[in-house]
């Protein structure tokens, strides 16, 4: 019980660098927001280079802040040499490719066209699509009592950003962009769970974080646009400082994700990881006095939490503990 405990934090933690990554983000974006070549940018490169060079400068950070700190186990490259094209490693290989570079190109169409709203509800049901692939390519046991719990995890992420609903054409397209990109991140950990039998949690994210930078950082170089916004990222001290420590943080949340999925099963990973939306409004209202806690958000925190409880709870513990 004392591992799974340990490991019940970690996932915990996992969320709650999570938070702290988007908070930085949102200081960051504040910042750049309010400068010259914001203001300059068409509406295009505002709705997609913008964020795309924001996740290059993340994705970067994180893998070089993984391999700093990894440097000393580091078998990389022997793993690379012996697994790469097996099975495991393409599954590696396909899993950064959906989290990073799709995952995040879907999500930042999904914002542009339905609005951040619209795609934050929807891309938070990502532990759900998760868990169903976990069930049926993994076999993982996923229990009734677990699926209650994931489900009022994801519905309590839905209740807290949840606006009236507009139709329109381009909102449908963000709603289906927006799935899409649930689609790859439930898709990502899936895979990266499987190809983990052959390789640490630790190498694997530091893998994944590798692979989505460098596809990235060429996808901004090809962007005239999300090329100028990277420069003046890399150039600003004060934008850098947000933007590369979101980076760092966010690499770790990763290699706690990673490692809590291995070891106690998807459902549980995924349901401890979605309280970042508890830890990102525990952090605006105490550091930066923006989020007002209404009825509306105080009733999705409740749910995330019950969601969580029911899922890592074991039967037997309740029952030890009240007898």
């Keep these: 019980m004392k591992g799974y405990s340990f490991w019940i934090c970690a996932g915990i933690g996992s969320g709650l660098l999570w938070g702290i990554n988007n908070f930085l983000i949102s200081f960051g974006y504040s910042a750049i927001t ?14 997609l280079d913008f964020p795309l060079a924001v996740a290059a400068v993340n994705d970067i950070s994180a893998a070089l802040a993984l391999l700093c700190v990894y440097c000393r186990q580091w078998k990389m490259w022997d793993w690379i040499k012996r697994k790469l094209f097996s099975k495991e490693g393409a599954a590696m290989a396909v899993a950064a490719i959906l989290g990073g570079p799709m995952g995040q190109a879907l999500y930042c169409m999904g914002i542009m066209k339905a609005g951040s709203a619209y795609a934050l509800a929807i891309t938070a049901l990502y532990p ?6 976990a069930r049926i390519f993994l076999r993982q046991f996923i229990n009734f009592r677990m699926w209650i719990g994931i489900s009022l995890a994801v519905v309590g992420a839905i209740t807290v950003s949840y606006t009236p609903f507009t139709a329109g054409n381009e909102v449908w397209e963000g709603i289906l962009f927006s799935f899409g990109a649930a689609a790859c991140w439930g898709g990502e950990i899936v895979l990266a769970v499987w190809g983990m039998q052959s390789i640490s949690p630790e190498l694997a994210i530091s893998f994944r974080e590798i692979v989505s930078g460098l596809i990235l950082g060429t996808a901004v170089s090809m962007s005239n646009d999300a090329r100028g916004i990277m420069c003046h990222i890399v150039g600003n001290g004060e934008l850098l400082k947000w933007f590369v420590s979101a980076g760092i943080i966010a690499g770790f949340s990763y290699a706690l994700w990673y490692a809590t999925n291995h070891k106690i099963g998807c459902a549980r990973g995924m349901a401890m990881n979605a309280t970042f939306i508890i830890w990102g409004i525990l952090l605006q209202v105490i550091f930066a006095s923006s989020t007002d ?5 105080s009733l999705g925190c ?4 019950l969601g969580v409880a029911l899922t890592v709870l074991h039967p037997e513990d309740l029952w030890n503990r009240t007898s």
């Design 128 to 133: 759900i699509i998760g868990c169903i692939f």
């Design 293 to 297: 806690i209404t009825l509306q958000i």
């Design 302 to 305: 409740l749910l995330v939490l």
């Design 34 to 47: 309010e400068m010259p070549i914001y203001f300059g940018l068409e509406d295009h490169a505002k709705g």
